[in-house]
């Protein structure tokens, strides 16, 4: 059984950093891609950024570029989102997704198997 857990979200300043993982358990994904998205009360979820298979290439949402970096370890099926210079608009829930193949995607329906979300609240 497939099973993604999140953990690394909090409660942090304006300006702070925060590092998420991503646990992948069930059997290995190194060859597909990896991503994660947020969703604010009220809002749609929305894509922040994904990692190729072999993690040679990313893909990152307008309003995080330059201040989120993911990365994954395929040894420990494990993926990150650190998050720096955190905003008030970056309060969500995270969530942690696998590809159904090995190219960063930002559509979610190309996403099989989902985390049940971390929370992520940056305060002023």
């Known amino acids: 059984q497939v099973q993604l857990v999140e953990s690394g979200g909090g409660l942090v300043q304006a300006g702070g950093s925060l590092r998420l993982s991503c646990a992948a358990s069930?059997?290995?994904?190194?060859?597909?891609?990896m991503g994660w998205f947020r969703q604010a009360p009220g809002k749609e979820r929305e894509f922040v950024a994904a990692?190729?298979?072999?993690?040679?290439?990313?893909d990152y949402a307008d309003h995080v570029k330059g201040r989120f970096t993911i990365s994954r370890d395929n040894a420990k099926n494990t993926a990150y989102l650190q998050m720096n210079n955190l905003k008030q608009e970056d309060t969500a829930v995270y969530y942690c997704?696998?590809?159904?193949?090995?190219?960063?995607?930002?559509?979610?329906?190309?996403?099989?198997?989902w985390g049940q979300g971390t929370q992520v609240t940056v305060s002023s």
């Open positions: 997704a696998i590809g159904r193949r090995p190219w960063a995607t930002r559509r979610s329906g190309d996403y099989d198997y």
């Open positions: 069930g059997r290995s994904f190194s060859m597909n891609s």
């Open positions: 990692i190729t298979g072999g993690g040679a290439n990313t």
